[in-house]
């Protein structure tokens, strides 16, 4: 039995006692008692705070009180609203300045801000631009004028198109717009799931030709960890698909040229950084179970497992790939998944069912279990396995599943202390960097005034602890971020 099952038993015999002694007005004390029995269970409701902790968990309550009662809270709204809001808030300053460990879950195609991608790399020489059909763009490094494609009928050199110009800033502006979803009133832009998601995609198609280009995607790396790094963040474990990737002269690179450009990169930016811990990947590619194996056999320090990725929603199942994901199992080897499971609203859907799968194929983590909450099952089986939920707020409001973020199912796992980690997803995408805006989202919104300094200590800590370093990297990174929290807390007296 779980000690707090047992603690629970205890106090629900002792105000059995109550009611038959006192009858009339429930004891006080024994209220008291009940209550700080319940905030106990929580994410961080163990955890002994400091003198000088409690000093700064009294003050951020404070500064919590009064973000509730302003008269817009931004959890309550839409983040493309609420992000100038979060911006001036005192709790998000403190947050962007607290060691939050690492991202777990943050995909390749969107690791770096957008700005960076026009105001960089679309300014390098030989960067060629065409305008689809659908008010789209595409990108393309060449020492040649492209040949046209079936996409792409006439391509531009942006280096001659921008000297036409003079004023780029509008023009630089539209292609920030191509490649986010930000847009003024999200409401009237994306009134469904499917617009949202479709717009989503043809982002992603107008970045590839960028961040494909060999020269690019090793600054492009570095640049991810420095954006993290920068938000006090210390480790990363990165979705991705590992294109190919091509250069000036058209010669393509295999995807172990993007796991070993990765590996270099980190090393590079750890050399830089000897505060930062490091970063893998977990690759994604659609069932290409073999091919993982084999990575994860010769890059073991980089390659941290699989997953399946793409829209739950429109994708196929777990169970659809059953034979290709028991394949490991089969060969005797070890191939660490961390499934995207249950990214919906709708119950008992394919997608919905795909939570218990991602567990009974041992899933490490588990990505979003948005549907978590409505699976009372899988969710004694996830406590325990000790299978971590990444969740993303943000992302779950900007692709429509929720609009007020206080009634975000992960307020049910922080409510009862299930493993969480707090992650971005899509940066890029949304107009985030790092994870600040995804733990204010956590610890104003959904965790609401219950969540203290210890549920984000804890958040921290599980960051490191359910990630997929091994044992004594873990002790590592744990011992590094102990020290930058230590900091942090004497920074703020
Ligand atoms: C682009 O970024 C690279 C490093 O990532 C840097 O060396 C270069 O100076 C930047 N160029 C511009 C135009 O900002
Ligand atoms: C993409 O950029 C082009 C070029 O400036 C612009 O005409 C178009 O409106 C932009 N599309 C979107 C969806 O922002
Ligand atoms: C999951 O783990 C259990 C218990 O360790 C094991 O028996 C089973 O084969 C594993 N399943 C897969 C698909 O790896
Ligand atoms: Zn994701």
């Known amino acids: 039995m779980h000690s707090w099952a047992l603690t629970a038993m205890v106090a629900y015999v002792l105000l059995l006692w109550f009611v038959e002694v006192c009858m009339g007005m429930p004891d006080p004390r024994q209220r008291d008692m009940l209550m700080r029995q319940e905030v106990s269970r929580q994410t961080g409701g163990r955890v002994i705070l400091t003198a000088a902790e409690q000093r700064l968990d009294a003050y951020l309550h404070r500064l919590k009180q009064q973000e509730m009662s302003a008269a817009q ?3 309550a709204v839409h983040f493309f609203k609420a992000k100038p809001l979060i911006q001036s808030s005192p709790v998000f300053s403190l947050l962007r300045k607290m060691p939050k460990g690492g991202a777990l879950h943050i995909h390749h195609s969107s690791l770096v801000s957008v700005e960076w ?19 789209s763009v595409r990108f393309l490094f060449s020492s040649r004028q492209p040949f046209p494609r079936w996409d792409c009928f006439y391509w ?8 036409k110009m003079g004023d780029c800033t509008d023009f630089d502006n539209s292609l920030i717009q191509n490649l986010t979803l930000f847009t003024e009133d999200p409401d009237t832009a994306y009134p469904s799931q499917d617009i949202v998601w479709e717009k989503f995609e043809k982002a992603f198609i107008s970045a590839a030709g960028l961040i494909t280009h060999a020269p690019v995607l090793k600054d492009y790396f570095y640049r991810g960890l420095e954006e993290l790094h920068q938000d006090n963040v210390m480790y990363l474990e990165l979705r991705s698909g590992l294109s190919r990737t091509y250069e000036l002269d058209g010669t393509i690179h295999d995807k172990i040229w993007s796991l070993k450009t990765f590996q270099e990169a980190t090393k590079q930016f750890v050399a830089d950084h000897p505060d930062f811990l490091g ?21 073991p320090d980089v390659v941290a497992g699989f997953d399946l990725v793409g829209r739950e929603d429109s994708g196929r199942t777990l169970w659809y790939f059953r034979e290709a994901l028991s394949l490991p199992a089969d060969l005797g080897v070890t191939l660490p998944y961390f499934f995207h499971a249950g990214e919906t609203d709708e119950e008992g859907t394919d997608v919905d069912q795909n939570i218990l799968d991602a567990l009974l194929f041992n899933t490490t983590r588990i990505g979003h279990g948005y549907a978590l909450a409505h699976h009372p099952l899988a ?21 429509k599943l929720i609009l007020d973020l206080r009634n975000h199912p992960a307020a049910v796992l922080m409510s009862e202390g299930h493993p969480l980690v707090i992650s971005s997803d899509d940066p890029s ?8 805006y995804d733990f204010y989202q956590a610890f104003v919104g959904i965790g609401g005034l219950k969540a203290n300094l210890g549920t984000l200590k804890e958040l921290a800590i599980n960051s490191i602890r359910y990630s997929s370093l091994p044992p004594h990297l873990k002790e590592t990174g744990l011992a590094m971020w102990q020290n930058k929290w230590d900091v942090f807390i004497s920074d703020f007296l």
Not at 117 to 135: A, E, G, Q, S
Not at 279 to 299: L, N, S, Y
């Open 379 to 399: 969710k004694e089986l996830s406590r325990k396995k000790n299978v971590a939920v990444e969740v993303c707020p943000i992302s779950n409001q900007v692709l």
């Open 156 to 163: 531009q050199l942006l280096e001659t198109l921008r000297a």
């Open 117 to 135: 991608l026009v105001k960089n790399v679309t300014y390098r020489p030989h960067c060629y631009i065409c305008f689809t059909w659908d008010n």
């Open 429 to 436: 995408l949304f107009g985030t960097t790092g994870l600040s």
């Open 279 to 299: 970063a893998r990947i977990i690759i994604t590619v659609k069932a290409a179970v073999k091919e993982a194996i084999q990575m994860q056999r010769d890059f």
């Open 73 to 75: 809270f931004p959890p």
